[in-house]
């Protein structure tokens, strides 16, 4: 069993529509959990860090944190088709130089 | 903020020959830097660690005589690939980690390096 585990889609939904990417994992060591969005040959862009439990909202982005059910996720509202993209959650333990645990990637495309 | 750049972005090379890639952290220093390779349509995949001044810590089943990293300063890493044959051609993407502030384990990363050995 992978420490994370991520649907890999592909994920198509109508522009505007509310996104849902989630993913889970099993190491309860976990403290930072990330998101990041990948373009195609391009490298990854972070788009949300949270610590511990909880929600993080930035502008059209909401990152939930649910550490008692090790489940992680990532909201898109009014999505654009400039949102196409693979969608990376990334996750650590504390510690200053942890290395990223990586899901496998989720393709998401928004039709216009 | 928090800029990381490579280069070159794409590289063509003859099989046997060696490659370098940089990776700067352009507004920020960086006394740890991580190497990733990544497949079409696969996720990244942890190649090595590295620490300026220090030597770089490999993932398992990478070779570190064939991948060479060196950590020269806190705003530059390099990575040679020696002796390099098609098998190595891949997509390879570079992330900073900064020194100075206070956001945990974030990682930003640079645009990737496309490699293509003939």
């Known amino acids: 069993q992978k420490e994370v585990e991520q649907d890999p889609g592909p994920l198509s939904v109508p522009e505007g529509a509310i996104v849902s990417l989630n993913c889970t994992y099993s190491n309860s060591a976990f403290q930072y959990f990330m998101w990041y969005r990948q373009y195609s040959r391009k490298g990854p862009e972070l788009l949300m860090y949270t610590y511990s439990s909880g929600n993080k909202e930035d502008g059209r982005f909401t990152a939930q944190v649910d550490k008692s059910s090790k489940y992680i996720s990532l909201f898109i509202r009014d999505s654009q088709p400039s949102d196409s993209a693979t969608y990376l959650c990334a996750m650590s333990p504390p510690g200053s130089a942890r290395q990223l645990t990586f899901g496998s990637g989720t393709q998401l495309t928004v039709l216009p | 903020g928090a800029v990381v750049s490579q280069h070159p972005s794409w590289v063509i090379c003859k099989s046997g020959t060696s490659v370098k890639i940089e990776c700067r952290s352009l507004d920020f220093q960086a006394t740890t830097m991580f190497w990733y390779r990544q497949f079409p349509k696969q996720s990244l995949m942890l190649m090595a660690t590295?620490?300026?001044?220090?030597?770089?810590?490999?993932e398992q089943g990478v070779e570190k005589d064939k991948f060479l990293i060196n950590h020269a300063s806190l705003t530059l890493s390099t990575l040679t690939v020696t002796s390099a044959h098609p098998e190595d051609s891949s997509f390879y993407i570079c992330?900073?980690?900064?020194?100075?502030?206070?956001?945990?384990?974030?990682?930003?990363f640079g645009p990737g390096t496309r490699l293509t050995v003939l």
């Open positions: 590295s620490n300026e001044g220090s030597k770089a810590t490999y």
């Open positions: 992330s900073a980690k900064p020194a100075d502030r206070g956001e945990g384990d974030t990682q930003y």
